[in-house]
């Protein structure tokens, strides 16, 4: 066997071993994300009284997901991805443990700081589907990326229906019913970074720069002027970054806003929390098709279905009535493999055209874009549901979803 016949076998190993380890963080870490999804409207409104303010915490999430997003991959760039993971999933694990503490001392103020805090998990498990393609070929590298989006099914199907045991646990320890899922959301957490933190190695960045001999000098000035040359000039590498933020946003706004359109129509916790793991699962069950039909069919094909397959979700939510029905199962399901769509190809795209001196720049400061998108319509959401209804949100949102679609029209050309 040659000396580079033999580089590329102990390469795949290590890619090969990478996804297995980011498959296991991504299960236990998805339970600390979704766990609290089902509940986290409620809990604001209640802390808040005004079901105006419902939306807030969603909001703040996301914009802990927009800042620890860039900041992680600065970490990262510099550090390895088995320190930025580690990080992120020790900052949700306390952003979770305020939550908690906020439904005690009944404090707004509290739950938001929490909530920008947990915000720190979603951008760690967006920064692992992206650690899945660092040493994957071109040719493979969407489904890659794909196996490790899937790996978040596991726990975030299992997160939204522990909403009654979370319930059962807060009793038990006597702190509010609501906060309970956050309690069991942070020890999640610390489980996921202990794991990371073991068993991330070597670290595939780092790995990956070194295979090209990436030096400090092509690291060196701000991570956004990286950023900006990256982009400039690379239509399809701006619209793959659009349509990513775009069905972020699309998802976000619904779906925060689903509990409350079901408790009004006298929706049980159980299945409201049924119906957001039923959203879930379309989110990343089927990841791993998708990210076959993007190797074989492009990505730009299938970010455009995305688009697609979103605007028929929000007709059907539009059209849901308030409490349990088939359009809103069928349509927050539709909702979720849209996003799926959407994310894996423009996510493949992102990381396809970047440069590796470069790619946890763009990659992060992609990251930020879609977080601080979905904030901006998550922040709007609660005003439209309450000055015009749910429909109307849904009818606000088809909009983000018809841009999805004229961005991976202009991929293609």
């Known amino acids: 066997m040659t000396t580079s016949t033999s580089a590329t076998h102990d390469m795949a190993q290590v890619q090969a071993r990478t996804i297995r380890v980011l498959v296991v963080s991504q299960a236990i870490g998805a339970v600390g994300i979704t766990i609290g999804v089902a509940t986290a409207s409620l809990l604001a409104r209640d802390i808040s009284g005004s079901e105006t303010q419902a939306g807030l915490a969603q909001t703040f999430q996301v914009l802990g997901t927009a800042a620890f997003a860039w900041l992680l991959a600065r970490m990262m760039g510099r550090r390895g991805r088995r320190l930025g993971l580690v990080t992120g999933y020790l900052a949700g694990a306390a952003g979770a443990a305020l939550a908690v503490l906020a439904g005690v001392i009944d404090s707004m103020t509290v739950l938001l700081i929490g909530a920008v805090l947990l915000g720190a998990t979603s951008a760690t498990n967006s920064g692992s589907r992206y650690a899945a393609t660092d040493l994957a070929p071109e040719a493979s590298r969407a489904r890659a990326l794909s196996v490790v989006v899937w790996a978040t099914t596991i726990g975030a199907v299992a997160g939204p229906n522990l909403t009654g045991v979370g319930a059962a646990a807060a009793r038990a320890l006597g702190i509010p019913e609501l906060t309970g899922g956050f309690a069991i959301g942070a020890v999640t957490l610390l489980l996921a970074a202990l794991w990371v933190s073991v068993m991330l190695r070597p670290d595939p960045l780092l790995l990956a720069q070194q295979s090209v001999q990436v030096t400090v000098e092509a690291r060196s000035g701000r991570s956004w002027d990286r950023f900006l040359d990256a982009v400039r000039g690379a239509p399809t590498l701006v619209a793959a970054i659009a349509g990513m933020a775009c069905a972020h946003a699309a998802m976000i706004a619904v779906m ?9 129509g006298g929706a049980h916790l159980e299945v409201i929390g049924f119906v957001i793991s039923i959203h879930v699962l379309g989110m990343f069950a089927f990841s791993p098709f ?36 088939w359009q809103i199962f069928v349509g927050l399901f539709l909702l979720g493999l849209g996003w799926s769509f959407a994310t894996v190809a423009a996510s493949t795209l992102i990381s396809d055209l970047t440069p590796i001196e470069a790619r946890t720049d763009v990659q992060g400061t992609s990251d930020m874009i879609m977080a601080l998108t979905a904030a901006g319509g998550g922040a709007l959401a609660g005003v439209i549901v309450g000055w015009a209804g749910y429909p109307m949100l849904a009818a606000f949102a088809a909009l983000l979803g018809a841009a999805v679609v004229a961005t991976g029209l202009v991929a293609r050309k």
């Open 290 to 325: 998708v990210g076959v039909a993007a190797d074989r069919w492009g990505r730009s094909a299938v970010l455009t279905a995305g688009g697609l397959i979103i605007l028929l979700a929000l007709l059907l939510c539009g059209l849901a009535p308030a409490g349990s029905s």
């Open 256 to 264: 925060i806003m689903t509990p409350l359109h079901m408790e009004h």
